[in-house]
């Protein structure tokens, strides 16, 4: 007997499909611009109360969940297996997605289409979800594209705008190529591994002989491992890695950013900076540390294989110092705000690129924390962005000048925000660029901290340009009539910004309870990955 | 260290610090002995018309300048040749990055399984 839970969990990817594609239908019938709103809002919060019970199951019974699909075991069906970290990353999708819902409606209010905006977003959401959840490389590469369909559709959201139509197209071409590069990374990884479950992916990277065909109906445990596999794994590898980079946009594929993220709605853009992104750095910690076991290469069954993911854990770090340092220079000379703020995602993803590179315990703690931290900073940052576009109608910082002053709550969140980015205590982004400093420092690469310091010069500069140009310069047109827009948008605002206060202070506590134990799932204990998935299969035998 | 410490650490002296430049500039600004006039706060353009955007810094011109003189040239090249938006850069770009790392880790695996 399946826990219900495990219904809930398994099947929250899909209920938001549902409930995305419910929506255009019911639209036809109900003709009612609120009922869109409500609609959205109430699909959304079941989606983030979903993926808080599989939060908190998944930490409360300490071992990941697998759902079957059809109840077709692994590595026949598809299956969706949650663990801590990515129970973590959905928690927070869950509640960022509902925030920007609530923030749209009064962000939107004068646009029509509002129907087709919520069925992408919720779709979108479901894409996410799907992605951290699923425990299929193919049925990844499904949600996907799931994601970035329901994205492209949303960067060109304002369809009567010429820069939406060409940042969408761009970035539907970039992301095309992206996802071609994975399917054939696919192709080799079941050619060479005979399988797209993860953790017999994971399982067979570890071992000689492939314990789930052997449980199917083998006559006896045949070795299957030849080591022409590892030219196979790092072919799959560097593509697939690839692909994830475009997603991430680490540098040189992050191309596609800065044009999609003004152009889209500020909610969407604090979307695709806070969230989108890190589907694809998910996607590269799960392959990196649970597939191939880049923290724990001893355990890896092909000595060749431990060159090629140190390697790749070399070029990370390589490309993720590029990409901190390139987008840093390039924030500084932005007049564009949602563009500087787009820059600003490429350097941190630079960061947490850098964090991951480092396979050791405090690197992934500080990747780990800095994803969190910079979704609820960056979101924070795009949405008070936004708050300050929604009144004056502009998205030059010159003609912002003065309007600080008017809006405080506004402003008030935006400094929390950049101060959090730029990695001022007490903030959260404080904690995770401290845990940085002191994994280069334990790994022995110190020079590498001045990266970070260098670039967070830099967006310092950048930020301190707008806060001063919204709150000290003198207004440069008539201001009447402006101040903080309603409370639909400013209190998202003031909860994220209590959340990046809450996330430093309380960071000790959420580094020893939350952080450690996702990366301890992530990356140094891959037989609790595997075994659940050999005890769902056994189970399913009959045994 | 403990993250806690650390930061309870670093934002007191943060605020001691900013608290001590702000009460230098209120102390300079209190006795600075000038006298204002007026007149001083209104631009002068040599009998043009100026509007306050016109005499205000722009944000491009705004600290830019240091970074525009010490990292001109990178600025350049990055504008010019990395970050030009152009797909086709983009393309070419990302596919010399895909070879070199494909090749290598090709490469790094047959040694691993011949050597």
């Known amino acids: 007997m399946v826990d219900p839970v495990h219904h809930l969990i398994g099947l929250t990817p899909p209920i938001t499909v549902a409930l995305a594609f419910a929506l255009p239908l019911l639209s036809l019938i109900v003709k009612s611009r609120r009922f869109a709103e409500v609609y959205g809002v109430s699909a959304t919060a079941i989606a983030a109360i979903l993926t808080a019970i599989a939060f908190y199951y998944v930490y409360l019974v300490k071992s990941p969940v697998v759902y079957t699909f059809g109840a077709w075991p692994p590595p026949v069906g598809i299956v969706y297996e949650v663990d801590k970290f990515n129970g973590l990353l959905g928690l927070v999708v869950g509640v960022v997605f509902l925030l920007v819902a609530v923030y749209s409606i009064e962000y939107l209010k004068h646009r029509s289409g509002i129907e087709w905006y919520y069925t992408l977003l919720i779709g979108m959401e479901a894409g996410m979800l799907g992605v951290l959840y699923t425990g299929d490389v193919f049925n990844l590469f499904v949600m996907l594209e799931v994601t970035s369909v329901t994205a492209y559709g949303l960067v060109a959201f304002y369809r009567s705008r010429k820069e939406s139509i060409e940042a969408a197209l761009k970035y539907a071409i970039v992301g095309s190529v992206a996802t071609t590069i994975y399917f054939i990374a696919l192709a080799i990884i079941y050619g060479s591994y005979a399988t797209l479950n993860m953790a017999q992916i994971a399982f067979k990277t570890m071992s000689k002989v492939d314990y789930f065909f052997y449980l199917i109906g083998g006559d006896r445990l045949w070795i299957t491992y030849t080591p022409m596999i590892a030219v196979g794994g790092a072919a799959a590898l560097a593509l697939a890695l690839w692909a994830f980079s475009v997603k991430a946009a680490i540098f040189p594929n992050h191309f596609w950013l800065p044009d999609a993220h003004p152009a889209a709605p500020s909610p969407i853009s604090a979307i695709l900076s806070g969230l989108l992104v890190k589907v694809g750095v998910y996607a590269i910690a799960r392959f990196l540390y649970t597939l191939f076991h880049a923290a724990q290469p001893e355990v890896l069954v092909d000595s060749a294989l431990k060159y090629v993911v140190e390697a790749t854990l070399y070029a990370l770090i390589v490309l993720g110092a590029l990409s901190a340092l390139i987008a840093g220079i390039l924030m500084v000379a932005q007049s564009d705000i949602k563009r500087l703020i787009a820059y600003s995602t490429i350097m941190h993803i630079g960061y947490i690129a850098m964090g991951l590179g480092l396979a050791t315990k405090l690197g992934l703690e500080a990747a780990i924390y800095h994803t969190i931290n910079h979704a609820v900073a960056k979101a924070l940052l795009f949405l008070a962005a936004g708050a300050f576009i929604h009144v004056v109608g502009t998205r030059n910082i010159d003609e912002l000048s003065g309007v600080g002053r008017l809006m405080p709550i506004t402003t008030l969140t935006f400094i929390i925000a950049a101060f959090s980015l730029v990695g001022l205590p007490p903030f959260n982004g404080f904690v995770s660029k401290y845990l940085l400093y002191m994994a280069f420092i334990e790994k022995g690469w110190a020079p590498l901290t001045a990266i970070i310091v260098i670039s967070s010069s830099f967006a310092l500069i950048a930020y301190v340009k707008i806060i001063y140009g919204v709150w000290l310069k003198a207004p440069v047109k008539e201001l009447k009539g402006i101040k903080d827009p309603s409370p639909i948008i400013t209190i998202p605002l003031l909860i994220l910004a209590f959340a990046c206060v809450f996330l430093g202070i309380a960071s000790p506590y959420i580094l020893d309870k939350v952080i450690t134990p996702s990366v301890v799932d992530l990356a140094y204990n891959p037989l609790n990955y595997v075994s659940e998935a050999l005890k769902i299969l056994t189970q399913a035998l009959g045994g | ?115």
């Open chain 2, 1 to 115: 260290m403990n993250v806690l410490i650390v930061m309870i650490k670093l934002t007191v002296i943060m605020i001691l610090v900013a608290l001590s430049l702000y009460s230098t500039y209120i102390y300079v600004r209190k006795h600075r002995g000038i006298i204002k006039a007026k007149y001083k706060f209104q631009p002068y353009g040599c009998g043009e018309e100026l509007t306050r955007e016109q005499v205000s810094v722009g944000s491009r011109g705004l600290y830019w300048s240091v970074v525009s003189k010490v990292f001109n040239k990178l600025y350049m090249i990055l504008r010019e040749k990395i970050h030009t938006g152009v797909l086709g850069d983009w393309f070419s770009l990302m596919i010399i990055f895909l070879v070199v790392i494909v090749i290598v880790l090709i490469a790094l695996s047959l040694i691993g399984v011949f050597g």
